[in-house]
Nanobody, 123 residues
Framework: VQLQASGGGLVQAGGSLRLSCAVS????????MGWFRQAPGKEREFVAT????????HYADSVKGRFTISRDNVKNTVYLQMNSLKPEDTAVYYC?????????????????WGQGTEVTVSS
């Protein structure tokens, strides 16, 4: 399974970006998917997750109401729509996939990771 994240860039505070993560390999629909981010000098943190069927999502409190995770099981792609961006959202964003975890906020429940896409929000 390989993951390729894209869509990052430079945006002003209050703006929007949509990140995409294309997944190659079989059985994409059987994986739950997550987005994590790592700001400069900080540890990687959970952002959002979506279960395999797409019927359930969960967000970090810091992004709830501003970010939306979704997936297209035909295109083998997961998205992160980011609205009302703030400078503190500046980070490298990583997508990840897993199948057998129970706490989907935890990085160790994800077996596969993409290379990251950089998001910079200017004030």
């Amino acid at each position: 399974v390989q993951l390729q994240a894209s869509g990052g860039g430079l945006v002003q505070a209050g703006g929007s970006l949509r990140l995409s993560c294309a997944v190659s390999g079989r059985s994409f629909s059987s994986y739950y998917m997550g987005w994590f981010r790592q700001a400069p000098g900080k540890e990687r943190e959970f952002v959002a997750t979506i279960i395999s069927s797409g019927g359930g999502t969960h967000y970090a409190d810091s992004v709830k109401g501003r970010f939306t995770i979704s997936r297209d099981n035909v295109k083998n792609t997961v998205y992160l729509q980011m609205n009302s961006l703030k400078p503190e959202d500046t980070a490298v964003y990583y997508c990840a996939a897993g199948r057998y975890g129970t706490n989907l906020n935890r990085m160790d429940n994800y077996a596969y990771w993409g290379q990251g896409t950089e998001v910079t929000v200017s004030s």
